[in-house]
C-alpha cells in the first residue's frame, strides 16, 4: 500500500516491457500462486490483469490499490527477485484487506500491521537483500530492517505521520509479526 504517481514517458517503455514479462514468470511462482490460491479461498480471487507495470515517481517497488490492483514499478525494479518480492508484499497487503472487513487504510494501527506482516513475509528483509542495500548490522538486520520499512510505507500515510507512526508500529509489532497467515510460519 503506497502511494502512487503514474506517468507516461518514451523512455519508459522498454522498462515497462521488462517488467510486464517479469510480472508473468513471477505469477508462476510458488510463493505468489500459494497467495493466490489463498485469495481465492478467502473470497478474492484476483485475475492475471490484477497485476500492471507502471512508472512511478517515488522510491517503492510496487504498491496495493484496494479493489483496483497491484502495480509494480518498472523503473524500481530491475531483477526477477525484484518484482517476485514486490508483488509478494502486495499480495500479502491484498489478503489483509480481504480478511479483514473493516481493514482501514487510513488506520495508522492497521496501516502498520500489514506494512509489518508485508516487509516480514514478502522476504523484504532477508540478509542477503539487507547486504546489497549496504546494511550490514547482523545481530537482529531482519526486525530492524523490516521496521525501517514499515515507517517508510507509513510517511505515505497523512494520519501516521512522524513519531505516530512509531508508537503504532511499536503497539502493533508482536501481535502482527507474529500473524503469519496464510503461512504456516514466515516463508
Ligand atoms: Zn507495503
Redesign the pocket.
Known sequence: ??EIAAFSSADADKALKDCERMIQKSLKSPIVKFLREHLEKAGCPVQDNFFKAIKCDKF?A???IPGEGIVVCGNRTEMQDDVNQAIT??L??AFDDCRAANLDWTDCAHHAC??IR??HLSGDCHFKRELLRGFINIRGHEQECIKR??LT?LSSNPFCSGSTAKDYMESVWDVCYNDTAPFDRAP
Do not use: Q
Open positions: 500500500m503506497e517503492h510496487g504498491g496495493y508484499h502486495e500479502i497487503h500489514s506494512e508485508a516487509g520499512r514499515v510505507s
